[in-house]
């Protein structure tokens, strides 16, 4: 699975867990590993200009999602097929993003990664104009999000635990350091 990041919005951010919960979010939906992914982020003007040229919608938003190709039901861009799967782009707005966090009582970056998802399954058909589609995509955001936290969080422990580990069989000697193990007998 190719994912593309390019930040352009002036807003340090690290990118990295972008593309990790946007991975985790394509992996959950079954996506092709062939898939290929854009996200981009920008700035205010940029995100403002985007809304209402595509949206016809005034000043800016916290994400759109851009589909490569129209929906057909018999092949949908993130169905397994003979080639990469070109899915789309996905706009994020770090400053929008920002501003809708401190309301929200949480931080920008659990934000972006909100976002990111959202922009995931807009890409893959999802909607949220009527009310049973908002529950069925809302629901499906939230639980990808929070399997992609307990996932993170379990990922961490167990690079604490190693690191712990390292350090006592450092200290004993038993490390996996070259030259540091037994001399083998002549």
Same mark, same amino acid.
Request: proline fraction near 6%.
């Given at each position: %699975?190719?994912?593309?990041?390019?930040?352009?919005?002036?807003?340090?951010? /690290?990118?990295?867990? =972008?593309?990790?919960?946007?991975? *985790?979010?394509?992996? @959950?939906?079954?996506?092709?590993?062939?898939?290929?992914?854009? =996200?981009?982020?920008?700035?205010?003007?940029? %995100?403002?200009? $985007?809304?209402?040229?595509? %949206?016809?919608? /005034?000043?800016?938003?916290?994400?759109?999602? *851009?589909?490569?190709?129209?929906? +057909?039901?018999?092949?949908? /861009?993130?169905?397994?097929?003979?080639?990469?799967? $070109? $899915?789309? +782009? =996905?706009?994020?707005?770090?400053? *929008?993003?920002?501003?809708?966090?401190? @309301?929200?009582?949480?931080?920008?970056?659990?934000?972006?990664?909100?976002?990111?998802?959202?922009?995931?399954?807009?890409?893959?058909?999802?909607?949220?104009?009527?009310?049973?589609?908002?529950?069925? %995509? *809302?629901? $499906?955001?939230?639980?990808?999000?929070?399997?992609?936290?307990?996932?993170?969080?379990?990922?961490?422990?167990?690079?604490?635990?190693?690191?712990?580990?390292? @350090?006592?069989?450092?200290?004993?000697?038993?490390?996996?350091?070259?030259?540091?193990? /037994?001399?083998?007998?002549?």
């Amino acid at each position: %699975m190719t994912i593309e990041i390019a930040n352009e919005s002036g807003v340090a951010v /690290p990118e990295e867990t =972008i593309v990790s919960v946007a991975r *985790f979010a394509l992996d @959950k939906m079954s996506v092709s590993q062939l898939a290929e992914l854009s =996200i981009v982020l920008v700035d205010l003007d940029v %995100m403002a200009d $985007l809304h209402e040229r595509w %949206m016809d919608l /005034p000043g800016p938003t916290d994400v759109m999602s *851009f589909p490569m190709d129209e929906y +057909d039901s018999a092949r949908r /861009p993130d169905s397994a097929g003979s080639g990469p799967a $070109l $899915l789309g +782009d =996905i706009v994020l707005c770090p400053a *929008f993003a920002r501003d809708q966090a401190k @309301k929200a009582g949480h931080s920008t970056l659990d934000e972006l990664h909100l976002l990111t998802v959202h922009g995931v399954l807009h890409l893959l058909g999802y909607d949220h104009a009527e009310p049973e589609e908002e529950r069925e %995509m *809302f629901g $499906l955001q939230n639980r990808i999000l929070a399997e992609y936290r307990e996932a993170r969080d379990e990922a961490e422990r167990a690079q604490a635990q190693r690191s712990m580990d390292d @350090k006592v069989l450092g200290a004993v000697g038993l490390d996996d350091e070259p030259g540091s193990g /037994p001399v083998p007998a002549d």
